[in-house]
């Protein structure tokens, strides 16, 4: 089952602003971008082209686990606002 | 300060360590306000789960009969996974009743317990972010939200394992990838007469297993699996740098946990339900933040209390949050808010299960983050081994083929690495008895 299958499972309220903020100058120099990697909800991807950190924040499971990874300790990781972002039936 | 916002006392995050804060001082008579930024409690938590029956029964003594449960928990399975054999051991019995676990889903069960709360006297604030502390020189006076500013003589950070908050007041450093787990969990629908015939349990019956090995050999991870009343939890916790060094995308991994010849018949044909994930504080007792400051306390996942090798969390949330209303309901009488008063909240902890398991336990991690390989990895596989040896009839004399299994420990390994393993069980051992 591919992760979107996975993610089509979880409710969520999409705010118009993301609470996941990287600076990207920090990013450019990272060389692991271990964020695109350990994130459960695969939000972040490297668009190598635009040599740019692409953040799909709507899918955020808010676990904070890319906060913690962040090489660069470059990510300015908030927790959505108070109506917004995930709610779990299951958990 | 404006008079109308201030208040008794401030919990931030309505989880179960909140939640038993502020029905224990509500229920001592001081006034208190929990701030949720979830829709309702329970909508941005996940866990394996279950929640522990003695514990949970100190503070809803009679929750087995009015709160929202799964099933009780009658049976633990330790499953030890090789690449495509497993060595299982079962512990099952009815008996356990009051020292036993329940099974819940969080949006039910904290939901519940949020309105036991609501119903002794707290008062609620639902999808608010507390975005900070308020400071009077180094003391905590009040919380500023999206929408404004709450005054209390006492704040008891409640808000998880990322308490931004616990940190923006130098309570504690920031978490390194080795002191926490990533955990995924799907949640699999399944028909309740297959649960009970596929786990050998009946209607209001549990079982748990308790994974080892399987994809993550070699990695300081383990897996559960959880009976619920029509579905079943299966996930994993897997320390952060283990995903981040070994590149692991951490639902790949739960795919193929899914997918080991063990559990896969288990979980066969169910219907996903939900996917989550969440973080699990494992830096264990040397790695606990400062659990008090002036006008300040910290309970549960934001304080790290978590006891992974026994799989419990809710317990010490619980325990911990109902030790600092109790904390603070002797402040309010005293009316002293200062760290030397609220200083009897860690007295209270270092009395308690809570922090004599932790420390009991203070080695665990080092030892399991440098012998993951040997522990997590050799030895489970050597068990299956064994019984593979055990089991096989193939005109062999039994005699030569032992002689052979426990010469073959000694030629897979040095002695200097047997020497380690010994020195480290014993050092673990030590850790609990002395």
Known sequence: MSIDDKLSTVKYTSDIYSHLNPDNKECLKCLSKCCTIVCPANVYSWDKENKKLIVNYENCLECGACRIACEKKCLKWEYPRGTKGVTFKQG | ?434
């Open chain 2, 1 to 434: 300060m404006n008079s109308e916002n201030k208040t008794d006392v401030i919990v931030v995050g309505g989880g179960p360590a909140g939640i038993a804060a502020a029905i224990t001082v509500a229920r001592g008579g001081g006034k208190v306000v929990m701030i949720e930024r979830g829709k309702f409690s329970g909508s941005k938590n996940m866990f394996g789960g279950a929640i522990y029956t003695q514990p949970t029964k100190e503070i809803f003594p009679d929750f087995v009969k009015t709160a929202p449960l799964e099933r009780r928990n009658i049976e633990h399975k330790y499953a030890i996974l090789a690449e495509d054999e497993s060595t299982v051991v079962s512990y099952k019995s009815k008996k356990s009743e009051e020292y036993g676990s329940y099974t819940v889903i969080r949006s039910k069960f904290d939901r519940w317990m949020a309105e036991e709360a609501k119903k002794a006297g707290v008062y609620i604030v639902e999808e608010t972010v507390v975005k900070e502390l308020l400071l009077d020189g180094k003391k905590v006076v009040g919380v500023k939200t999206e929408l404004e500013d709450y005054y209390a003589d006492v704040v008891v950070l409640a808000d998880g394992v990322n308490s931004l908050l616990a940190k923006s007041i130098g309570l504690r450093e920031d978490i390194q990838t080795k002191d926490v787990a990533l955990s995924v969990k799907e949640v699999i629908k399944l028909d309740r007469e297959k649960i009970n015939d596929r786990f050998n349990i009946s209607d209001d019956e549990g079982c748990i297993y308790e994974i080892f090995g399987g994809p993550m050999l070699g990695m300081l991870g383990l897996g559960f699996m959880y009976t619920n009343k029509d579905s079943v939890s299966i996930g994993f916790g897997l320390t952060l740098n283990e995903l981040v060094e070994k590149e692991i995308k951490p639902y790949e991994m739960l795919d193929k946990l899914k997918a080991h010849p063990t559990i896969a018949p288990l979980i066969k044909d169910g219907e996903l339900l939900e996917y989550s994930a969440h973080l699990i504080p494992e830096g264990g007792y040397k790695k606990l933040p400062r659990l008090y400051s002036d006008g300040v306390l910290v309970v549960g996942d934001a304080a790290m209390l978590v006891n992974n090798l026994h799989w419990e969390g809710t317990n010490l949330a619980m325990t911990s949050g109902k030790l600092a209303g109790e904390t603070i309901l002797i402040a309010l009488k005293e009316k002293d808010f200062s760290a030397s008063m609220l200083s009897r909240y860690q007295k209270k902890l270092e009395n308690s299960f809570v922090l004599k398991d932790l420390k009991t336990y203070k080695d665990l991690m080092d030892v399991m983050h440098d012998r993951k390989e040997d522990f997590l990895e050799y030895y489970l596989k050597k068990i299956n081994s064994f019984f593979a040896m055990f089991v096989s009839v193939d005109s062999i004399p039994k005699r030569k083929k032992y002689i052979d299994f426990i010469k073959s420990i000694f030629t897979d390994r040095k002695f200097a690495e047997l020497g380690k393993d010994a020195y480290n069980i014993i050092k673990l051992l030590w850790g609990i008895f002395k």
